[in-house]
């Protein structure tokens, strides 16, 4: 099946036309166009030496809020308020770093300069979120790890982690995680599977099935502005 490359309009082929996870090519990465392709079940990537590549994998990789995995050891970091967590604070530290982050298998990163502007708009628009983790050394308070997506309805599509510190990133995603919990989030998109968010409780599941979840989720409506409002 030849693969569907986009024009001028926002409109994507059905996620079940993509071949071997690959919906389409080209376009930009507009906001109109980056909030359509998310309602589609699609979100871009690809690095500095290729065209926009726009994903719909199968099967796709999903967190329940409710079946988040907490371990003994990091029940204990949370006990006693090993890091400290903000939202929305400095979006544009966390995008950055998570596109520094050295990872295995990975020479280069997928967040180019042309993404970061892209989210970062997003971010404006109060649909891209950032959660920031801080040491707790009240001598020398500093970014520890944190995360980025964007939110929809009662959907969050994660984006990247990053940790320069132990534990930073997972104490982060937790919190973030029982925050959404509270507010009645159906589900969290963790697009491609990774160890790190597995150990965490996500799973697979087939595309079809993350199809329905998605039209579900965007039913609710849709909080636009800070989550340090809002969280």
């Keep these: ?39 589609s079940g699609i979100f871009p990537w690809y690095s500095d030496q290729e065209p926009i590549i726009w994903w719909a994998p199968d ?12 371990s003994k050891s990091m029940k204990q970091l ?42 970062l708009k997003l971010h404006e ?11 707790n050394e009240n001598t020398n308070r500093k970014l520890v790890g944190g995360l980025y997506g964007v939110s929809l309805g009662s959907v969050f599509f994660g984006e990247s982690m990053f940790h320069v510190e132990s534990n930073a990133s997972k104490y982060g995603f937790i919190t973030l995680v029982e925050q959404l919990i509270q507010r009645d989030f159906k589900l969290i998109d963790c ?6 968010l597995k150990s965490l409780g996500a799973t697979s599941i087939p595309r079809k099935q993350f199809m329905l979840l998605l039209e579900n989720g965007l039913q609710a409506p849709t909080f636009k ?7």
Excluded at 9 to 19: G, K, M, R, S, Y
Excluded at 89 to 117: H, N, S, Y
Excluded at 125 to 135: F, I, M, P, Y
Excluded at 191 to 196: D, G, I, K, L, N
């Design 125 to 135: 628009l109060g649909l891209a979120h950032s959660v920031e983790v801080w040491s």
């Design 191 to 196: 697009q491609m599977e990774t160890p790190h």
């Design 225 to 231: 502005g800070k989550w340090t409002d809002w969280l």
């Design 1 to 39: 099946m030849p693969i569907y490359r986009l024009n001028e309009t926002n409109l994507f082929p059905p996620v079940d036309h993509a071949e071997k996870g690959i919906v389409a090519v080209g376009g930009d990465l507009s906001t109109d166009r980056l909030i359509a392709a998310y309602q």
């Design 59 to 70: 099967p796709r990789f999903i967190l329940y809020p409710e079946n988040i995995k907490v």
């Design 78 to 119: 949370l006990k006693k308020k090993a890091f400290e967590v903000t939202f929305d604070t400095c979006f544009e530290k966390v995008i950055q770093a998570c596109a520094k982050q050295k990872r295995k298998d990975q020479p280069g990163t997928w967040i180019t300069l042309e993404m970061e502007e892209a989210y």
